[in-house]
């Protein structure tokens, strides 16, 4: 596969663009959910996008569901068991990724209730949330945003993908977080999500994105 062409857009222009590609699909898997990955580090800022873009499909009518893995890390025992700064299992051991599949992915399965979780876990008081179950009405879309997301196999209808070069996330991300970035660059070379991903946006300059895919 060759290098994908970018072209300029805005934001706003990026999300509607993306809401008329998902309210044309039809599932993979002959369900009754559509469902979308946005891909990207934390800097990159990923859930952002997909809230434009529930947006612009609640203007078209299409119901979504926007949800960030931030809530299914797993518990603090677990994830810190290394230490609060180990980017190795930052990269394994941090999002709870059964959970993921069980509580977000099953329930929209072909023979699946629809009623999904939007989270798990909240890392502040290291309890569970406790969230009810919200449902997602036949024809509706779940947007699932995070980093790393595409490495686990979740099955994506249409994947999403932030990029940031090196040097634009280095200067992005909080000093006190560059303790993950080795886990974004074993990242790029085990998964290289730009070519993986069927839309590819490069966010160097958050004031001018350009996409393509």
Do not use: C, K, N
């Not at 959970?99 to 629809?114: H, I, M, Q, T, Y």
């Not at 006190?176 to 999500?193: C, G, K, Q, V």
């Amino acid at each position: 596969m060759g290098p994908v062409r970018l072209e300029a857009i805005t934001w706003d222009r990026l999300a509607e663009r993306l809401a008329d590609r998902l309210t044309g699909l039809e599932p993979a898997d002959g369900g009754a959910w559509t469902r979308a990955g946005f891909d990207g580090a934390p800097a990159a800022r990923p859930g952002e996008l997909a809230e434009r873009v529930a947006q612009a499909l609640r203007v078209r009518g299409r119901p979504s569901l926007v949800v960030g893995t931030e809530g299914f890390l797993r518990p603090a025992s677990l994830r810190l068991e290394h230490g609060r700064r180990d980017a190795e299992s930052y990269y394994s051991e941090w999002f709870d990724t059964a959970a993921l599949w069980r509580e977000v992915f099953g329930p929209l399965d072909p023979s699946g209730s629809g009623r999904v979780l939007p989270d798990l876990w909240d890392p502040a008081t290291d309890r569970a949330t406790r969230s009810p179950y919200v449902p997602l009405p036949p024809g509706g879309l779940l947007l699932l945003h995070g980093p790393l997301l595409l490495r686990h196999w979740f099955p994506f209808d249409l994947s999403v993908h932030v990029l940031l070069s090196p040097g634009a996330l280095r200067r992005r991300t909080p000093q006190a977080d560059h303790w993950t970035l080795p886990a974004f660059e074993r990242y790029e070379s085990e998964t290289d999500p730009a070519a993986t991903a069927d839309v590819l946006v490069r966010a160097d300059d958050p004031r001018h994105p350009a996409w393509g895919g």
